[in-house]
Structures are given as C-alpha cells and as structure tokens.
T-cell receptor, first 112, second 115 residues
Framework: EPEVTQTPSHQVTQMGQEVILRCVPI?????FYWYRQILGQKVEFLVS????????KSEIFDDQFSVERPDGSNFTLKIRSTKLEDSAMYFC??????????FGPGTRLTVL | GDSVTQMEGPVTLSEEAFLTINCTYT??????LFWYVQYPGEGLQLLLK?????DKGSNKGFEATYRKETTSFHLEKGSVQVSDSAVYFC??????????????FGQGTILTVHP
C-alpha cells in the first residue's frame, strides 16, 4: 500500500540553524500539507500546498518557514533560523482530492 | 473558526470493555469528520471518516456516526483489545470553499487497555 515517507526521523539542531525536513508524498496525490505537534499538545496545521503554490497557511507559518516541491516527488519544509519553541514532531500529509489526508511517520525536531 | 473538542483523558479500560470517546465540533456548513489513531512511536493513521450527516464510519471494530443535530462524532468500540492502546484524535476539514482540506484536530485522548 502506498505511504507517505519522511526523513530524517529525528533531527537535532542548534538554535539559529536552518533545517530542512523532507517528505515523499503518495505518488498520485496533488495536495500536500505540513502539521506539527508540540509534545503533549494538539496537532496543528502549518501549511497546505497545491499546484506548486501555498494555498493556505496558519499564523504559525511565519517568514521563518518555507515549503518547496523541488521535483516531482519531494516536498520539503524549511525553517530558516530555528528557535527553541520549534521543537516538535512535524508531520507531512498528502491527499488526492483535498479531503482524506494520509500522514507520514513524522520527524522529531529538537532545537538545543 | 472551526474547532474540535474531545473528552478529557486518559481513558483506562480492561480488555473486552466498551469504549466511547466523545467528540464535538464547531464548524460552519457541513465539514467532513475523521478519527485518526497514533500508536506509540508512530505517525497518524486514518481510522475512519464520515462526510455527511448520519453517515457512519467504521473500521477495525470502531464506529462513529456523524450527528449534525448534536454536532458530534463519538468513537465507539464494543470490545477493546490491548492492541487498541493508542492516542485517538478527532478532526474535521472545512466545509468546502477554499479550505483545501486543512484539518483541525481535537486535543487527543490517550487510551490504555489492560489485559
């Protein structure tokens, strides 16, 4: 069964460094998403991406964040200058029609 | 804006007990409703969904019915197993327009099932 994959599974970085989280969505899907889950808190929407552009973003998704689909398979989330409060689990999801979303296993980001 | 409220956890049950996890929502129009499950150390897996009023979603013995009159989507299972121990999330997507399927999640309910 097709699945969403994410790399790395765990990323440790120093505050102020740039990180890129990578996702490979399900191959025929057209809608892509990033969410995050701070430990013990709700899963929060960050951004949705369709037709090579951002379709919606939350207030969390400020200028420090960017997304890109650099080729036909990868979907990346970049955090330009990480803060301590960016420590969280980051989930990528994809959907074929924008309704049911399928999630990857997540990347745990630890900012020291 | 849209919101989802789940019953407070954690929930601890014995094997074969009946499970209910309450979920209510606030949204305009007719959202689609979902239950996701997160097993220890894993990502979110879609458990079941319902896209219109009175629809019943079901999977792996779990069921939930979309009740528009009470804005609820309670999760039930008649006989839980130890392997059902996980965190359960209720979620919704916006009712069309330009929401592009953004999911709004509840806070999650931790379920622990003892033998």
């Amino acid at each position: 069964e097709p699945e969403v994959t994410q790399t790395p599974s765990h990323q440790v970085t120093q505050m102020g460094q740039e990180v890129i989280l990578r996702c490979v969505p399900i191959s025929n899907h057209l809608y892509f998403y990033w969410y995050r889950q701070i430990l013990g808190q709700k899963v929060e929407f960050l951004v949705s991406f369709y037709n090579n552009e951002i379709s919606e973003k939350s207030e969390i998704f400020d200028d420090q964040f960017s997304v890109e689909r650099p080729d036909g398979s990868n979907f990346t989330l970049k955090i330009r200058s990480t803060k301590l409060e960016d420590s969280a689990m980051y989930f990528c999801a994809s959907s074929d029609r924008g309704d049911t979303q399928y999630f990857g296993p997540g990347t745990r980001l630890t900012v020291l | 804006g849209d919101s989802v409220t789940q019953m407070e956890g954690p929930v601890t049950l014995s094997e074969e007990a009946f499970l209910t996890i309450n979920c209510t929502y606030t949204a305009t129009g007719y959202p689609s409703l979902f239950w996701y499950v997160q097993y220890p150390g894993e990502g979110l897996q879609l458990l079941l969904k319902a896209t219109k009023a009175d629809d019943k979603g079901s999977n792996k013995g779990f069921e939930a019915t979309y009740r528009k009159e009470t804005t609820s989507f309670h999760l039930e299972k008649g006989s839980v197993q130890v392997s059902d121990s996980a965190v359960y999330f209720c979620a919704l997507t916006g009712a069309g327009g330009t929401s592009y399927g953004k999911l709004t999640f509840g806070q999650g309910t931790i379920l622990t099932v003892h033998p």
